[in-house]
């Protein structure tokens, strides 16, 4: 059974940096593809951080830059550091195990990010 508990949300204001946490059961974060998204009110939930089993890292357009999701192989537990963080930034996180054919196959609970302006 996988299971992915996120930590690390808050609130902070306009320019700051969070880290985000996930730690992974019953999946291998070093052999599975991993992601963050994120939900706004009103709007779909959506992939911002991508890891791929051999590492390489993709972003939306809208975090690229400002983003960076990394993973500890060790601790099975796969991170979002968020820098320069913006009002529109602000939404619940969640965390992702994502298939070989790029779809989410399963999400965390989510973790609430609010970004003051």
């Known amino acids: 059974q996988v299971q992915l508990v996120e930590s690390g949300g808050g609130l902070v204001q306009e320019g700051g940096s969070l880290r985000l946490s996930c730690a992974a059961s019953?999946?291998?974060?070093?052999?599975?593809?991993m992601g963050w998204g994120r939900q706004a009110p009103g709007k779909q939930r959506e992939l911002v951080a991508h890891?791929?089993?051999?590492?390489?890292?993709n972003y939306a357009d809208s975090v690229k830059g400002r983003f960076t999701i990394t993973r500890d192989n060790a601790k099975n537990t796969v991170f979002l550091q968020m820098n320069s963080l913006k009002p529109e930034d602000t939404a619940v996180y969640y965390c992702?195990?994502?298939?070989?054919?790029?779809?989410?196959?399963?999400w965390g609970q989510g973790t609430q990010v609010t970004v003051s302006s």
């Open positions: 019953g999946i291998i974060i070093s052999v599975n593809p």
């Open positions: 992702a195990a994502v298939d070989r054919a790029g779809r989410v196959s399963h």
């Open positions: 890891i791929a089993s051999g590492g390489i890292t």
